[in-house]
């Protein structure tokens, strides 16, 4: 049996058709959810967007096993973004993902050389 992998995705869209009650819950609510302030990944997601009220994203956590790969991984975001969307009643267009297997990601690190006797 294959260990899970730790999934970070991105769902982005635009707003449409919002009511002006939505829109005026999300200017309220802007300076939560614009800059770094918007740009957390978690389980629950995170919405991030400005005061144009253009574009979003979402951004989630997705635990999952790696058989299933990254589509099922993106597939299972975009549902708890149009979850999220539908609950909130932000109209929305159609949602794409992002996704980085943060347990095959490669990173790279600088070397430390030690200087001592140049």
Do not use: C
């Not at 707003?15 to 957390?40: K, N, P, Y």
């Amino acid at each position: 049996m294959a260990e899970n992998h730790t999934y970070r995705v991105i769902v982005r869209a635009t707003f449409e058709g919002l009511t002006d009650a939505a829109r005026q819950r999300l200017l309220a609510e802007v300076a939560e959810h614009e800059g770094i302030a918007g740009m957390r990944f978690g389980p629950e997601g995170s919405l991030a967007y400005d005061r144009a009220l253009k574009a979003f994203s979402l951004r989630y956590v997705i635990t999952s096993d790696p058989d299933d790969g990254d589509e099922m991984a993106g597939a299972l975001a975009e549902e708890k973004a149009e979850a999220y969307l539908r609950e909130r009643g932000y109209g929305h267009g159609e949602l794409r993902s992002t996704v980085t297997d943060m347990d095959t990601m490669k990173i790279n690190r600088k070397s430390r050389r030690s200087r001592a006797g140049s």
